[in-house]
């Protein structure tokens, strides 16, 4: 890979990717895998690659992220976010386009804590009256 790379990191949930984005002919790599390989609901691939389809950049940039934690859904949440990161780096003149389109906003929704008494952060014992 060459050395000249624009780099973004996207979170959503308990995911985390870091994304590279290099000048090239459009491939995406996820931990080593392809993008179908990795993310095999057709929703959350078009998710993911959306900041690129958005500024029709889809065939300039080649896109090789590391994602952990969460789930499937959570982690095309955070490269989504990663890669409009990095194509806001690499190009500071598509910042006002992407944020219009919402790309560039954290969705800062997280699980709610557990509380005591409570069986999840909000399910209740069953009340008995006897």
Do not use: C
């Amino acid at each position: 890979m060459p050395d000249n790379f624009y780099w973004g990191t996207g979170k959503r949930k308990e995911a985390v990717a870091r994304v590279r984005l290099y000048p090239g002919s459009g491939q995406i790599k996820i931990n080593n895998r392809g993008l179908e390989e990795y993310f095999t609901v057709k929703r959350l691939r078009i998710e993911a690659i959306s900041p690129l389809t958005h500024t029709n950049l889809k065939g300039k940039y080649d896109v090789i992220a590391k994602i952990e934690g969460g789930g499937i859904s959570g982690q095309a949440g955070a490269l989504k976010l990663g890669i409009a990161r990095a194509l806001v780096q690499a190009d500071p003149t598509l910042r006002a386009d992407l944020k219009k389109g919402g790309f560039l906003t954290r969705d800062a929704r997280i699980k709610e804590r557990k509380k005591y008494g409570l069986k999840k952060a909000r399910k209740r014992p069953q009340f008995s009256k006897r």
